[in-house]
């Protein structure tokens, strides 16, 4: 098989079948978010817009001024939610930062231009709100994984003065992508997304963070070191085509696969939780 072909690479980017365990995988994730919302201070879904699951949960800070870590699920850009990953805000509200966990509408019902949009109005509300709930609105992180990690880099290099009058030119000044993809074209071409994503090549160009400028904020970019050969690519591709000043992180989580690496996120004594502090603490 070669790298255009179609079997190859639903194999390299079909993560439910090459973690034949995901379904435990994901009923831990719920049993552990349902636990904490049900014992660490939250406010959930307060609309950040009318549109679809244009809604989001707050995390809120102990103390005013803190840190602001926004985390954006993956999922193809046509699955799972917001409730999903609750399990990752006690670890950093408990070193005195403020989580906020959107959700967005899924494809095929949106494109992923909608969701990037919804994105860009979710980022404009944590800016807006933050200090209600502890944050400070000038420091303000986004981490995504997966299909998150591209949207999270999409963030980084918005305009944000041109959405709105009131906010200013980097709400953004870092970023952290887990897991992402950042060359869309792969995507477009691989057989068990095409109906729901509808990617044309245009969209191509327009959505791929590989095509943007290097943004003036900072990025992250992590993978399992478990994963295909095509995620540590793409976790390669920001590097190559920012360079290190805008990616001074590039490197693999030894033993995790593509959604155990969330696993390390939410762990404390984890390399990838420190990467998170370490861009909170700078913000």
């Not at 009058?165 to 792969?186: E, K």
């Not at 044309?200 to 900072?218: D, H, Y």
Request: charged content about 20%; hydrophobic content about 45%.
């Amino acid at each position: 098989m070669t790298r255009q072909d179609a079997q190859w690479l639903a194999t390299q980017y079909d993560n439910r079948a090459r973690i034949p365990e995901h379904p435990q995988i994901f009923a831990r994730w719920a049993a552990a978010s349902k636990h904490a919302r049900a014992h660490t201070a939250v406010h959930l879904d307060l609309p950040y817009g009318d549109g679809p699951n244009e809604t989001l949960d707050v995390f809120p800070s102990a103390s005013a001024g803190a840190p602001v870590l926004v985390f954006i699920h993956g999922g193809w850009w046509r699955s799972l939610d917001k409730r999903d990953h609750s399990f990752l805000a006690p670890p950093f509200v408990e070193r005195g930062a403020m989580v906020v966990v959107p959700n967005y509408a899924l494809c095929p019902a949106v494109s992923i231009e909608d969701i990037a949009s919804q994105m860009v109005r979710a980022l404009a509300w944590t800016h807006r709100h933050a200090a209600r709930y502890g944050g400070d609105p000038g420091r303000i992180v986004v981490a995504g994984h997966s299909a998150g990690a591209h949207l999270a880099a999409m963030l980084l290099c918005c305009r944000w003065s041109d959405v709105a009058p009131d906010l200013p030119q980097r709400v953004l000044r870092s970023a952290l992508a887990i897991s992402g993809v950042f060359d869309l074209d792969p995507i477009r071409r691989t057989p068990f997304l095409q109906a729901d994503l509808r990617l044309t090549p245009a969209a191509v160009r327009r959505l791929s963070p590989l095509r943007f400028p290097p943004p003036a904020g900072r990025l992250f970019a992590v993978v399992g070191g478990d994963e295909s050969d095509e995620f540590l690519r793409q976790n390669r591709l920001l590097r190559q085509a920012w360079g290190r000043h805008s990616v001074p992180v590039c490197e693999r989580i030894a033993g995790a696969n593509h959604l155990t690496v969330l696993d390390a996120l939410a762990d404390p004594g984890s390399r990838l939780h420190a990467h998170a502090c370490r861009l909170l603490a700078t913000a």
